[in-house]
């Protein structure tokens, strides 16, 4: 396993971990079910890196590369009306738990020289009122990290 696999792994296993959920995907490209109450979907998103020198890869140097993982996480959630804000809110709070306290992932960011951070979060607002209410959001995370070429399996 690449580490970039390895990492989003352990991002969608600390996801999947989250108490409450009754789905959990990740890379989902279908509709979610009308009848799921609440839903955590994961996109890997893409991965940003830097190059080493060409002599010192030549000078037999172990090169090692600072990358960045960009990987996205919807939430999504049903409610009445009245309470659909909360219940938004009670979810997004979990998932930034699961991002950041996530003992599993923690230990696979740290055998990567790893970290996490929120470039933003978005809070759609729905066009109308429905019943049940519906509430989302969008979580893009940033996860740097170092890429250690000789570590990796090969092709």
């Not at 830097?50 to 996205?72: E, I, S, Y």
Request: glycine share 10%; with cysteine.
């Amino acid at each position: 396993m690449t580490a970039r696999e390895e990492i989003i792994s352990a991002l969608f296993a600390a996801l999947c971990r989250i108490e409450g959920i009754e789905l959990c995907e990740r890379n989902r490209t279908h509709k979610i079910d009308d009848d799921t109450a609440s839903a955590i979907v994961l996109y890997d998103g893409d991965l940003y890196g830097d190059t080493d020198r060409k002599d010192a890869v030549v000078g037999g140097r172990n090169p090692l590369f600072p990358m960045t993982l960009t990987p996205q996480v919807w939430g999504y959630v049903e409610g009445s009306s009245e309470t659909i804000g909360t219940q938004t809110n009670a979810l997004f709070d979990k998932v930034m738990g699961a991002l950041f306290r996530d003992r599993d992932l923690m230990q696979i960011l740290a055998l990567h020289d790893g970290g996490i951070g929120i470039d933003g979060a978005v809070f759609p607002t729905p066009a109308k009122a429905t019943s049940p209410a519906a509430g989302a959001f969008m979580i893009d995370v940033s996860i740097p990290f170092v890429f250690d070429p000789t570590s990796q399996p090969t092709i």
